[in-house]
């Protein structure tokens, strides 16, 4: 019985693996989903780990039939993947060598760690071409927003002047404390905006995430506008759920969109919703076209 369960889990497995990789050859062939009518007025990008079960060389395809100009998130091992189909990466990982989300800027004990971890970035970052590369505050595990900001800052300061000479920004997630991504320090805009202040490099921004925004204070479109000078990158998902951006969910992305644009913002949105219906990249398309204002 053992043997005749794990059969048809492989089995199951691969039918998986087979419609994931038909769906993607599906697109890539389809001329429908070709899209030369984006205005221009964003750049648009899409996180790679949304669409893990595609091949990255398949989801570049894809990218290109729909208009986009980046994937992100990626390591720098990737880079010449995205290259090779004239695609940029918009925001580079950083998430390596045991740290990332929980693991961050915040405790002086990570700093020597990370610094040598963010030479190697910032190198690999320049030599790509690309500008942005992310950060983590790390989680707060008792200690307090102020010297939360101060350990950051002092840490943050040791890169700065090399992401400066290389032209790199690095760029800080806001992401939400009380659904994804519990005891998070940097968990709202007026926090990162204080941490941008003690930094004090124009190579140091803001990555405002609308869906863990929306989560942690709502009235997105004034904080963005409040706060542009500190927003470097956008991510999308929506709410609740982390899902497609149609009409499921509780934000008006178009309306979102408009105001990104007012700002006079000229980086990159991307996509970072899971998609939910089966032809995933369909929900891609789609949520390219909803934030194409």
């Not at 998986?16 to 750049?43: C, E, F, P, W």
């Not at 800027?105 to 190198?123: A, P, S, T, V």
């Not at 997630?173 to 490099?201: I, M, P, R």
């Not at 927003?231 to 509780?250: F, K, L, M």
Request: proline fraction near 1%.
């Amino acid at each position: 019985m053992k043997r005749r369960e794990t059969l048809k889990k492989i089995a199951s497995g691969a039918a998986v693996t087979v419609t994931a990789t038909a769906m993607s050859n599906r697109l890539i062939a389809s001329d429908n989903y070709l899209d030369t009518q984006l205005k221009g007025s964003i750049n648009h990008s899409v996180c790679r780990w949304c669409y893990n079960g595609i091949e990255l060389e398949d989801l570049c395809k894809a990218a290109k039939k729909i208009g986009l100009q980046s994937i992100e998130l990626l390591n720098p091992e990737e880079f010449a993947t995205v290259k090779k189909y004239d695609l940029t990466c918009a925001m580079v990982s950083g998430i390596k060598d045991g740290f990332g989300i929980t693991k961050g800027w915040n405790r002086i004990e990570n700093h020597e760690g990370l610094i040598k971890l963010y030479q190697y970035l910032i190198d690999e970052t320049a030599k790509a071409g690309f500008t942005n590369l992310i950060c983590f505050s790390g989680n707060r595990e008792g200690l307090d927003d102020e010297q939360g900001i101060k350990n950051c800052a002092q840490g943050l300061k040791k890169i700065m002047q090399l992401a400066e000479s290389k032209k790199v920004n690095i760029v800080m997630e806001l992401l939400n404390s009380k659904v994804d991504h519990k005891d998070y320090q940097c968990d709202h805009t007026a926090w990162g905006a204080e941490l941008c202040k003690a930094v004090g490099s124009d190579r140091f921004k803001l990555l405002y995430d609308i869906y863990h925004m929306q989560i942690m204070e709502g009235d997105i479109i004034r904080n963005i506008r409040d706060n542009q000078k500190y927003i470097a990158h956008y991510h999308t998902g929506g709410v609740p759920g982390r899902n497609e951006i149609d009409e499921s969910q509780e934000l008006y992305y178009p309306a979102i969109m408009k105001a990104i644009v007012e700002t006079g913002f000229k980086g990159f949105v991307a996509q970072e919703f899971i998609p939910k219906r089966e032809d995933k990249l369909s929900s891609l398309k789609q949520g390219v076209k909803i934030c194409d204002v």
